[in-house]
């Protein structure tokens, strides 16, 4: 079982930025994928961004360019930083770590409040 603690959510003015952050209970980055999702209300959980276990990274068409995924693994920690934010950012945002190759391996966090407004 891997517990997933995020942190860093919040209500932020379009054009500015937060940073969320990730941290497993257990050393898992070499073995998992780290993920984060979003879910707005009223509408289905999408992936934001993955950073797969050799350090590769995937990014949904919307944040392109204005977010970054990345992980530093002497804190143990998986980031989302998040430039440029627009209200259509406002979302619920969770981390995920699965282990691919076994699906019945997928974890959720408990999710961090990201609002976008002026």
């Known amino acids: 079982q891997v517990q997933l603690v995020e942190s860093g959510g919040g209500l932020v003015q379009p054009g500015g930025s937060l940073r969320l952050s990730c941290v497993p209970s257990?050393?898992?980055?070499?073995?998992?994928?780290m993920g984060w999702y979003r879910q707005a209300p009223g509408k289905e959980r999408e992936l934001v961004a993955a950073?797969?276990?050799?350090?590769?990274?995937n990014y949904a068409d919307s944040v392109k360019g204005r977010f970054t995924i990345s992980r530093d693994n002497a804190m143990n920690t998986v980031y989302l930083q998040m430039n440029s934010l627009k209200p259509e950012d406002t979302a619920v945002y969770y981390c995920?770590?699965?282990?691919?190759?076994?699906?019945?391996?997928?974890?959720w966090g408990q999710g961090t409040q990201v609002t976008v407004s002026s």
């Open positions: 995920n770590a699965a282990r691919p190759g076994w699906p019945q391996y997928k974890y």
């Open positions: 950073i797969f276990s050799g350090g590769r990274t």
């Open positions: 257990g050393s898992i980055f070499s073995i998992y994928t």
